[in-house]
């Protein structure tokens, strides 16, 4: 069993900077494709960000690229989401999810633990 636990969401205005964190309970977590994903007011959650194992591959959602940057320390246990230029859009419950078996991927349904959420609210 894996315990994820997200942290860094907060309120910031349009064009702010906000860096999540997600701690990992288990020393294996350098065994664990992650990924990022969110979920907005009334919407469906979908994918952000993942990484590879040892970070050689990342991929991005279209609306998110040039923006965010997702990168891990597997010394620490811990995944980041560096989130720039923020819009109002990205408005969401932030969700760190971990992979145990196969590479990294987009569709959520691959992920076998989630974290509980942290929410980012950007203002107009």
């Known amino acids: 069993q894996v315990h994820l636990v997200e942290s860094g969401g907060g309120w910031v205005q349009t064009g702010g900077s906000l860096r999540l964190s997600c701690a990992a309970s288990?020393?294996?977590?350098?065994?664990?494709?992650m990924g990022w994903f969110r979920q907005a007011p009334g919407k469906e959650r979908e994918f952000v960000a993942h990484i590879s194992l040892f970070a050689s591959s990342t991929d991005y959602a279209d609306s998110v690229k040039g923006r965010f940057t997702i990168s891990r320390d597997n010394t620490k246990y811990i995944l980041y989401l560096q989130m720039n230029n923020l819009k109002p859009e990205d408005t969401a419950v932030y969700y760190c999810?971990?992979?145990?078996?196969?590479?990294?991927?987009?569709?959520?349904?691959?992920?076998?633990?989630w974290g509980q959420g942290t929410q980012v609210t950007v203002s107009s």
């Open positions: 288990d020393r294996a977590f350098a065994r664990y494709a």
């Open positions: 999810a971990a992979r145990t078996g196969g590479p990294s991927v987009a569709d959520l349904r691959e992920y076998d633990y």
